[in-house]
């Protein structure tokens, strides 16, 4: 259902003349997204102490509940459609997995390749940067660099 709903959010977004083929949805987190998460999750543990509200686990589930906040933050989501016409970047939403404003296409000489793997996650480096892909997406992204 979620894949349908990414799917369809890009196809609003495309040019008319594109076919869309497949998408993937991956993301990269800024490098001072653990700086803003410990930041958040003290200021939030500081004020709930000051004002001596709940109890010490209520004050920790509130400071997860901002590091997570703060993390979503500083996360940028993007969408990369396969089309006939080469692949499309787009801009996603923060919480859900849709795509929300087009970049436009990947210039040719943008690389798609493979620089990290784990059990849940696929490194890919897309132009400059350095983007995770979740398992679920992963054949969708070996497609797409494979007919580039």
């Known amino acids: 259902m979620r894949r349908r709903v990414l799917f369809n959010s890009v196809h609003r977004l495309l ?13 990269r987190r800024s490098g001072a997204m653990y700086v803003w998460a410990s930041a958040a999750a003290a200021v939030a543990v500081g004020v709930t102490t000051v004002l001596d509200y709940g109890s010490v686990t209520t004050r920790l589930a509130l400071a997860v509940a901002a590091a997570l906040a703060a993390t979503i933050v500083t996360t940028d989501s993007r969408v990369l459609a396969h089309t006939d016409s080469g692949p499309y970047a787009f801009s ?12 436009g296409p990947l210039p040719k000489e943008s690389p798609l390749e493979v620089v990290g793997s ?4 696929t490194d890919w480096l897309v132009g400059a940067e350095r983007f995770s892909v979740p398992r679920n ?7 797409l660099a494979a007919e580039r």
């Open 15 to 27: 040019p008319a003349e594109v076919a869309l083929i497949d998408v993937v949805f991956m993301w």
């Open 92 to 103: 996603a939403g923060r919480v859900r997995q849709v795509a929300t404003r087009l970049l």
């Open 118 to 121: 784990n059990l849940v996650l």
């Open 137 to 143: 997406f992963q054949a969708a992204m070996t497609r």
